[in-house]
């Protein structure tokens, strides 16, 4: 509800104009590829807003605009789960994830909470960063010759933020640190109200609410910004604007009704205890262990993903068995949850499943009109293998020095 507050606010793309308008041209690639691998914080909004401004800010920088374009939305969309920003995406795949473990025993004590993967994420994010603006600027603005602006090509928009666009964005931070400075008040000093038992700092309550505490983060971010810029007038504006970001959901509500009832069966019947176990029997009766099986589920999922493009189906689908046969081979939910994100992303930019793919083919004809989908899936597919390699590498030094994927979630079932 309140990430759409900010996004329909117009919070969510000024702060990406802020940040892009000012990079030096050298830098771009690495900043639209940095800017990119956070944007799942938007949702898919992601892939309209942040393709085609990249695209603006690369042709006002002298550089291809078809490589930003381009560019911007493979590493949107091929590291779309990554990040060190927290938003809706994270919050679908967490409770799939604690209704796939709770069909075992096991899962009692497990620690299953919005950041279980927010290390990993984090980490991703600055690694893919750099990996994407190496191809945008040495592999695919190389290949893309010398830019010829096309006759019907429409005016560039404006960049530059207007004087209360930019009031409005200093007041939003002012308030968002001061909140935030709030619940580290909550937590950070001794025997603090947000510390869990014993003063501990992992697991607390803090964590277990890290839901309500990103409410009120967006919701003052969104607020603030939005009359500030008189895109919000009165709470009936608040209210429509919420509305709006809820209809959005309605699809994912449907099918989360659905999924319940299946993994309700699975426990009710025992029917997921069973695929789990000849699950993990088949792995172990080919070899097929620790790292290697979650690189085999990755390769699996990347598969599946050229045909159920939605993460949340996705993940409903495989999750309820991978997870506990996973858990039975030793491996917790949040590393299961994490090789699941490498997969559904990867391969997500070359399906033409993807209907943001042809979207951003008719943004590509703005710059050459007699563009195919051949050649735009071609450009596309750079990104995909050096994606998925570098990622499994981060996963796989994560997973060789045993190092937690979040807070309080380890590798290993503890």
Known sequence: MV???????????????????????????????????????MSDVACIVLPPLAALVFKSAGRHPVAGLIGGFACVTAGYAAGFTVGSLDALYVGITQQAAAVLPAADGLDIHLLINYFFTAASSLVLAAVGGFLISRVLEPRLGA??????????RDLTLTPVQRRALLRT????????????????????PLRGEGGAFVPSPLLSGIVPVLFGAFLLAGLTYGFSVKRLTSAEDVTTAVTESVKTMSGYLVMMFVAAQVIALFTWSNVGVLLAVKGAALFDSMGVTGFWAILVFVLLVSCLNLFILSGSALWSLVGPVFVPAFMLM????????AAFRIGDSATGVITPM?????????????????????????????????????????????????????????????
Not at 173 to 192: H, K, N, R, S
């Open 173 to 192: 931070a002012l308030v968002v640190l001061v909140y935030l400075a709030g619940v580290l008040a909550l937590w950070l000093p001794e025997g603090a």
């Open 3 to 41: 990430v759409g507050l900010c996004e329909k606010t117009g919070l969510l793309e000024t702060l990406m104009r802020a940040t892009l308008a000012r990079v030096p041209r050298a830098v771009l690639p690495y900043a639209v590829a940095l800017i990119a691998s956070q944007a799942h914080m």
């Open 330 to 337: 030793g491996m917790s939910p949040a590393l299961t949850q």
């Open 147 to 156: 830019y010829e602006p096309a006759g019907e090509e429409s005016e560039d």
């Open 354 to 414: 993807n209907p943001y793919v042809f979207l951003i083919l008719a943004m590509l004809r703005q710059y050459e009109p007699d563009a195919k989908l051949g050649t735009l899936i071609s450009r596309l597919a750079i990104f995909v293998v050096p994606f998925m390699l570098v990622w499994l590498a981060i996963l796989g030094v994560f997973y060789g020095f045993d190092l937690p994927l979040g807070p309080g979630a380890d590798i290993g079932l503890k």
